[in-house]
Structures are given as structure tokens and as C-alpha cells.
């Protein structure tokens, strides 16, 4: 699976938009690009994947570049309960290595 | 609430001990993943079963095994269990069908394990 790599942390005032990065040069054809966020020391919680195409669902929007060499998680109005540690995963088949994610916190 | 259900949900044991940690996976999902999550660190990914075979292997020690029985619960065996071994340990499922796309994992609460 490639890797990836994430600003270790980042602030976001409540209601706006928060935009977290993800670089992952080492993507394959067929590698998926997957988010996952970590509320304290609660399990994972799945947010949002894509291969190609944006995405969005009732979460979040993602937002990957034509060259797929990164991509970016948008939570759209973000509340306080979004303060977490997000995670960017590429997968296709076998190890899901989680890296250190972003820790993001939502100020008042 | 994931589906995934984890027992027990706090350990508490000393250096040399054995332990088990049990995973009940979402109705209907075959494949169960376990991950380690040491103080202040990422998800250490260990080890995937689908549908009762090994799958995939990481970074799991000798000192631990795993298997996944025919109702598709899953355990995670501890043994000669070191101070470092102190840990929040996740089991995740996923659908996982032939053919499917890899999909999303869906994490149970964790069982913290804490080695005296």
C-alpha cells in the first residue's frame, strides 16, 4: 500500500470549512484513497472514499487531483464534536497502515 | 454504535501473563482486522483474517496469534506479555465479498490492556 503523508496538526474556527491535505505519491491505478477519524481514544470511524472521482456524502466531501498524487478531506461546517485525528489511507488489498494523521481541532 | 463489538474492554495484567481478546464482528462481514494503538501513536495494523483464512500479516509479533472461527468471531492471543504490549487493541470488520472493492472498516470500542 503507498504511503501517506499528512500535516501532523491543524486549527479550524467552528462553522467554517475545514480542509485537511493528504499527499500520496506513490498511488497506484487501483489504489483507493480512504479517510477515517478518531474521536479521543474511541475505535476509527469511516468518513469518506474515492478512487478518481470527488466525493461527497453527508460527512464530508473529498476532493482528489487528476495526477491522484493528493487529495483533501473537506468537512464543511465544522462543530466542535469534529475535533479528532483523521487519518488518509490508500488501499487496494492487504496491510492498512494508518500512519499519525492529522489532529484537528475546532476552536469556539 | 459500529456493530463490532470487543470484550473484554479493560485488561489488567502482569509481565509473563497470557492473555485473550475477543472480537465480534458486524452481521454479515468476513473479514476482522486487529490493530494495536500504543499511547499517543498511530494504528498499528497486525493482522486480517477473511472468512476463517489468514489474509494478511503486519507488524505482529511471534509472542501473538490470531484466529477466526466458523461463526466468524475472531481472537487475539497475547502471551509472555511485556510492559511495551500496554495498548489500546481495536478489532475492525468489513464486508469484504469476492469481487467487492475493498470497502470501509467499521472499529469496535477497543480493549485497553495494561501490563503490570
Known amino acids: 500500500d503507498a504511503k501517506t503523508t499528512q500535516p501532523p496538526s491543524m486549527d479550524c474556527a467552528e462553522g467554517r470549512a475545514a480542509n485537511l491535505p493528504c499527499n500520496h505519491s506513490?498511488?497506484?491505478?487501483?489504489?483507493?484513497v480512504y479517510w477515517y477519524r478518531q474521536i479521543h481514544s474511541q475505535g476509527p470511524q469511516y468518513i469518506i472514499h474515492g478512487l478518481k472521482n470527488n466525493e461527497t456524502n453527508e460527512m464530508a466531501s473529498l476532493i482528489i487531483t487528476e495526477d491522484r498524487k493528493s487529495s483533501t478531506l473537506i468537512l464543511p461546517h465544522a462543530t466542535l464534536r469534529d475535533t479528532a485525528v483523521y487519518y488518509c489511507?490508500?488501499?487496494?488489498?492487504?496491510?492498512?497502515?494508518f500512519g499519525d494523521g492529522t489532529t484537528l481541532t475546532v476552536k469556539p | 454504535d459500529s456493530g463490532v463489538t470487543q470484550t473484554p474492554k479493560h485488561l489488567i495484567t502482569a509481565t509473563g501473563q497470557r492473555v485473550t481478546l475477543r472480537c465480534s464482528p458486524r452481521?454479515?462481514?468476513?473479514?476482522v482486522y486487529w490493530y494495536q494503538q500504543s499511547l499517543d501513536q498511530g494504528l498499528q495494523f497486525l493482522i486480517q483474517?477473511?472468512?476463517?483464512?489468514?489474509?494478511a500479516k503486519g507488524n505482529i509479533l511471534e509472542r501473538f496469534s490470531a484466529q477466526q472461527f466458523p461463526d466468524l468471531h475472531s481472537e487475539l492471543n497475547l502471551s509472555s506479555l511485556e510492559l511495551g504490549d500496554s495498548a489500546l487493541y481495536f478489532c475492525?470488520?468489513?464486508?469484504?465479498?469476492?469481487?467487492?472493492?475493498?470497502?470501509?472498516?467499521?472499529f469496535g470500542p477497543g480493549t485497553r490492556l495494561t501490563v503490570l
Open positions: 489511507i490508500v488501499l487496494n488489498a492487504g496491510k492498512s497502515t
Open positions: 506513490t498511488i497506484s491505478g487501483n489504489e483507493y
Open positions: 483474517y477473511y472468512n476463517g483464512e489468514e489474509r
Open positions: 475492525a470488520s468489513s464486508v469484504d465479498y469476492p469481487g467487492l472493492v475493498r470497502d470501509e472498516q467499521f
Open positions: 452481521s454479515g462481514d468476513l473479514s
